[in-house]
C-alpha cells in the first residue's frame, strides 16, 4: 500500500531530509587522499546526532555503520572501514537521517583529486539521469515515466543502469512502497498522486549493469569491476510538482 504524506508529513521529512543533505556536504568537504571510510562515517554520524537526529541506516536489518561508503566498482552498501581513499578514486555516499519519526535518504558521488574523462562523464550522466527523472515526479504521470527517462538517458550517453537495485517510497519508514526501478517502459505502474514521497536512486555502470554482492553479505560490485556511480534525492509530489526533501 502506498501511504500518502500530509502536508505536516512532508515538513517533518523536509527536516530529516535537510539534515542529510548538510552531513552529505559535510563529507563532501571531507573527501581527500589518505581519509578512510570509516574517518568518513564518523563525521557523518557525529553531525546526525548534533542535530537531534538518528542514524538511519545504522543497525537496519544488521547494517554497522552511519553511511554506505562504495568506491569506485562498489555500486552500493559499502561497509567503513579502514581503507583510505587514493587519488583517482570515486566514492558513491549513501546517508539517512531520522527524526521527528521521519526519514531523510539521499547520496551522491564524489571525485577524489582528477578523475579521467570517461569516469567525470559518468558522475555527471548518472547525477543529470536523475533530475531527468525528478523532472518525471508529477501528478497524473505513471511510476515507469520516472523509470523510462532515467534510462533512456543513461543510455543515451553509452552507461549502463542497475537493475538489481531500485528506489523506493519512503516516510515514517526508510522504505515504503512502492519500488521505484530505474528502467523501463513508460506509462506502467501506479498513477503518481500528490502526498507520494519516493526515494529516486540511479546506480549508473561504465560496463556491465549485471552486479554481485560480495562475501560480507553488503557489498554490491560491478561483475566487470569497471566503476559505478550513484546519486539519490528523496522527494514529495505536490500540487505544484516534485519537492525535492534532500536539497541543500
Known amino acids: 500500500m502506498i501511504v500518502l504524506k500530509s502536508d505536516r508529513e512532508i515538513a517533518y521529512m523536509q527536516d530529516a ?31 546526525i ?16 555503520a552511519t553511511i554506505c561508503a ?50 567525470s562523464s559518468l558522475l555527471n550522466v548518472t547525477e543529470e539521469s536523475l533530475y ?5 515526479a508529477k501528478i497524473g ?3 515507469s515515466d520516472i523509470s523510462n527517462s532515467i534510462q533512456s538517458y543513461v ?6 543502469i542497475v537493475r538489481d537495485f531500485v528506489g523506493h517510497g519512503i516516510g515514517s519508514r526508510m522504505h515504503e512502497e512502492p519500488q521505484v526501478p530505474n528502467f523501463g517502459n513508460p506509462g506502467h ?11 529516486i536512486e540511479p546506480m549508473v555502470n561504465i560496463g556491465t549493469y549485471e552486479v554481485e554482492v560480495l562475501e560480507d553479505n553488503w557489498t554490491v560490485v560491478t561483475k566487470d569491476h569497471k566503476f559505478s556511480a550513484h546519486f539519490e534525492h528523496s ?13 541543500l
Do not use: W
Not at 573527501?31 to 553531525?47: F, G, Q, R
Not at 546526532?49 to 544488521?62: D, E, L, N, R, W
Not at 531527468?132 to 518525471?136: A, N, S
Not at 505502474?189 to 526515494?199: E, W
Open 235 to 247: 522527494i514529495a509530489i505536490t500540487e505544484k510538482g516534485p519537492l525535492i526533501l534532500t536539497k
Open 141 to 143: 504521470n505513471r511510476l
Open 49 to 64: 546526532t548534533s542535530k537531534g537526529a538518528v542514524p538511519a541506516f545504522k543497525g537496519y536489518c544488521g547494517f554497522p
Open 17 to 47: 531530509g535537510k539534515i542529510v543533505a548538510e552531513t552529505l556536504e559535510e563529507l563532501r568537504k571531507a573527501v581527500a587522499p589518505n581519509v578512510s571510510t570509516k574517518d568518513l562515517d564518523i563525521i557523518a554520524e557525529d553531525y
Open 155 to 160: 543510455e543515451y550517453n553509452g552507461f549502463s
Open 132 to 136: 531527468k527523472g525528478i523532472e518525471e
Open 189 to 199: 505502474g501506479p498513477r503518481l498522486k500528490a502526498g507520494m514521497c519516493l526515494a
Open 70 to 119: 562504495s568506491i569506485n566498482e562498489q555500486v552500493v552498501h559499502g561497509i567503513p572501514g579502514l581503507r583510505s581513499l587514493e587519488l583517482g578514486d570515486i566514492i558513491s555516499i549513501d546517508c539517512g537521517a531520522v527524526i521527528n519519526g521521519y526519514y531523510g535518504d539521499a547520496a551522491k558521488t564524489f571525485a577524489v583529486g582528477d578523475i579521467s574523462e570517461e569516469v
